[in-house]
């Protein structure tokens, strides 16, 4: 669960939940810490949105009748200046740390070392394996902190694999 601190009075609790054909995202609206909306975006693969969350959270302030015109344009704002690229110094215009991985459903997680793992079938070669098990894990891990060392393309293949290899045994776990 991640918590959007809009202002002092308003805030937003976002969740991603599995669901029987994918996922969705939840997102309830809090004011002054009581719960007043609520709202969902189903999803059958992945999203397309600028950073996890926006789509659900721009639905929610859209179509709640909880704020007043202010209070909508004020979420609208944050919403939109949230998700700005972050310079190169580590930090974003707002002063927030860069994202991490504070918690993230054990399934997803479960997910990403599965679909990294299929490296070992679809692999001609030890290579071809361990280039597909990094991209995946790029792209599954997107936001989440994961960095490749800066030596990665001098690495051979056998210490890749098993760098690889315990990267995926820790996200089975």
């Known amino acids: 669960?991640?918590?959007?601190?809009?202002?002092?009075?308003?805030?937003?609790?976002?969740?991603?939940?599995?669901?029987r054909s994918g996922f969705k995202h939840v997102a309830r609206l809090m004011l002054n810490g009581r719960e007043c909306d609520e709202t969902k975006c189903c999803y059958q693969n992945r999203t397309w949105e600028r950073y996890q969350f926006h789509d659900v959270l721009n639905k929610l302030v859209t179509g709640t009748k909880s704020l007043n015109d202010d209070e909508r344009a004020k979420?609208?704002?944050?919403?939109?200046?949230?998700?700005?690229?972050?310079?190169?110094?580590?930090r974003d215009q707002t002063n927030r740390a860069p994202r991490k991985m504070v918690k993230t459903e054990s399934g997803a997680l479960k997910a990403v070392a599965m679909v990294a793992a299929m490296g070992d079938v679809f692999g001609g070669s030890r290579r071809e394996s361990n280039d597909w098990k990094a991209r995946m894990l790029k792209a599954g891990l997107q936001g989440a902190g994961l960095i490749m060392p800066d030596d990665w393309n001098t690495l051979s293949e056998t210490v890749k694999e098993q760098r690889l290899n315990a990267a995926i045994t820790a996200l089975r776990a």
Do not use: D, L
């Open 1 to 19: 669960m991640q918590i959007f601190q809009i202002t002092r009075r308003i805030s937003i609790a976002c969740e991603s939940v599995g669901t």
């Open 75 to 90: 979420c609208k704002t944050w919403i939109a200046n949230y998700g700005k690229e972050a310079p190169k110094t580590g």
